[in-house]
């Protein structure tokens, strides 16, 4: 359901210390929505709200993790309790992993389907009751990634979530109409984020010159985050399915409707154009040391 006029609608953005969520969280603001914002990173959520109080909107913050159901429970509670029921509920907190699938320990998978997923279920399941029964155009607002629908290689763990939020997705959509309140799926491209720059989420088996060929390729061909901000505002105001932004995302999601071993062949060529390391390159698995290594 579209929401054209976002004046002192109240928001819920998770993961609003940096990044796109930090930037969705001022791009709503902008057009007088109020905020109420969330994360884990406290010096993060202190930036936004002064740069909120310079935008003259009001704002709550929460330190909260979003893999934490009880948390989330309690969060949506503070959040009916303090403001009522949100006209928007932005569920973007992520994180992600780097290796190829068979040097991907499980520790990795747990911990990004307990953020990336069951974070969004999380959000969608404790927030979505009051939304509905307060009436009148809501909207979810589901961030996903281009990495949920076309392959990434070396993001198994990271792409499974990605494309198992929109088929939670999907789902509510139908479930959800007529209702009154939308729901979006957002699949950034290359967007240029403190995500890729997280070296703890790597696995030991890729070298630091490909991570540093990475960040510059990121740097050099990423989109800034404001730039989905945007679309996210524009996406609720106009009642849009899906936002593709950024490069790759909609020349990709296009060619694998066309053909999927289309797709898959310029992946290949994409990445061994940019030097990006691939699996069968790698020494065989250790179980024990990478498992070892990822605690």
């Known amino acids: 359901m579209a929401i054209p006029n976002l004046r002192d609608k109240w928001v819920v953005v998770t993961g609003a210390a940096s990044?796109?969520?930090?930037?969705?969280?001022?791009?709503?603001?902008?057009?007088?929505?109020?905020?109420?914002?969330?994360?884990?990173?406290?010096?993060?959520?202190?930036?936004?709200?002064?740069?909120?109080?310079?935008?003259?909107?009001?704002?709550?913050?929460?330190?909260?993790?979003?893999?934490?159901?009880?948390?989330?429970?309690?969060?949506?509670?503070?959040?009916?309790?303090?403001?009522g029921a949100p006209h928007v509920l932005v569920n973007n907190a992520g994180t992600g992993y780097m290796g190829p699938f068979l040097h991907t320990p499980m520790q990795a998978w747990r911990h990004l389907l307990d953020v990336n997923l069951m974070g969004v279920v999380h959000g969608c399941?404790?927030?979505?009751?009051?939304?509905?029964?307060?009436?009148?155009?809501?909207?979810?607002?589901?961030?996903?990634?281009?990495?949920?629908?076309?392959?990434?290689?070396?993001?198994?763990?990271?792409?499974?979530?990605?494309?198992?939020?929109?088929?939670?997705?999907?789902?509510?959509?139908?479930?959800?109409?007529?209702?009154?309140?939308?729901?979006?799926?957002?699949?950034?491209?290359?967007?240029n984020t403190p995500i890729i720059r997280n070296r703890k989420a790597v696995s030991p088996v890729i070298p630091s010159e490909q991570l540093d060929k990475l960040e510059g390729y990121y740097r050099s061909e990423g989109a800034h985050p404001a730039i989905v901000g945007t679309r996210i505002v524009q996406a609720v105001q106009r009642g849009e399915d899906i936002v593709l932004v950024g490069p790759t995302a909609r020349?990709?999601?296009?060619?694998?409707?066309l053909s999927r071993r289309l797709m898959r062949l310029l992946t290949i060529e994409g990445c061994k154009r940019n030097g990006f390391i691939w699996p069968y390159t790698l020494p065989e698995r250790t179980v024990v040391d990478t498992d070892q290594r990822a605690a």
């Open 251 to 257: 020349p990709m999601f296009h060619i694998k409707r």
């Open 19 to 83: 990044g796109i969520g930090y930037e969705t969280a001022l791009a709503f603001a902008r057009r007088g929505a109020n905020i109420y914002a969330t994360d884990l990173n406290q010096a993060g959520l202190d930036d936004l709200s002064k740069a909120l109080i310079g935008l003259g909107v009001r704002h709550h913050l929460a330190i909260v993790d979003v893999a934490n159901e009880a948390a989330m429970r309690a969060l949506a509670q503070e959040v009916q309790d303090k403001v």
């Open 125 to 191: 399941y404790y927030f979505l009751p009051a939304m509905k029964k307060a009436g009148g155009a809501r909207h979810v607002v589901n961030v996903a990634s281009a990495a949920g629908i076309t392959p990434s290689p070396n993001l198994s763990a990271y792409s499974a979530t990605k494309h198992a939020v929109m088929g939670l997705n999907d789902t509510l959509s139908i479930e959800l109409d007529g209702t009154g309140i939308g729901v979006t799926a957002v699949c950034p491209g290359v967007i």
